[in-house]
């Protein structure tokens, strides 16, 4: 073999470009997060059909797609979209996720002696309290040395 050719076959073998497996590796890095929660929910419609006795060609028939459609559903790969997720739900009649909710009720009461309030003084220090920064994530404020929580 000619020093040409081993030259050539050196550098095929230390080409510049991105391997296959590298491009892959990074993007599970990139796409971590939403690929974690997809194979939740693969594991969890996995876990019904078994439960149901049902096969995934028969969840295909349920939603009204192939039966390849499915076999990506439950990889564990495919970043769902709610549409998916909602018709898997009602045809396993299970949830697959949720969407936690809450609401906050403030109640304010403000105990003053009996002599007069100058006016507008009320509606500068609320403006005051409402200017100031959360402490956390929680909502709670400092206000007059006392903690209240918003």
């Not at 076959?9 to 497996?21: E, G, R, V």
């Not at 439950?74 to 009649?93: A, F, H, M």
């Not at 009720?105 to 100031?132: C, D, K, Y």
Request: glycine fraction near 2%; charge should be neutral.
């Amino acid at each position: 073999m000619s020093i040409a050719n081993k030259k050539e076959i050196l550098d095929k073998l230390t080409a510049t470009h991105t391997s296959k497996w590298e491009e892959k590796a990074t993007w599970r890095q990139e796409n971590q997060e939403w690929l974690i929660r997809s194979q939740e929910i693969a594991l969890k419609v996995l876990h019904a059909l078994r439960q149901k006795n049902m096969s995934q060609r028969d969840l295909a028939r349920l939603l009204n797609c192939s039966a390849q459609h499915v076999s990506k559903l439950v990889s564990g790969k495919e970043n769902l979209t709610l549409e998916t997720i909602s018709r898997l739900e009602d045809v396993l009649g299970m949830r697959l996720i949720s969407i936690l909710s809450f609401s906050m009720t403030i109640e304010v009461s403000i105990n003053q002696p009996q002599h007069h309030i100058a006016e507008g003084h009320l509606i500068n220090q609320a403006e005051s309290i409402r200017a100031r920064q959360p402490l956390s994530t929680s909502g709670a404020y400092f206000v007059d040395e006392q903690l209240e929580v918003a």
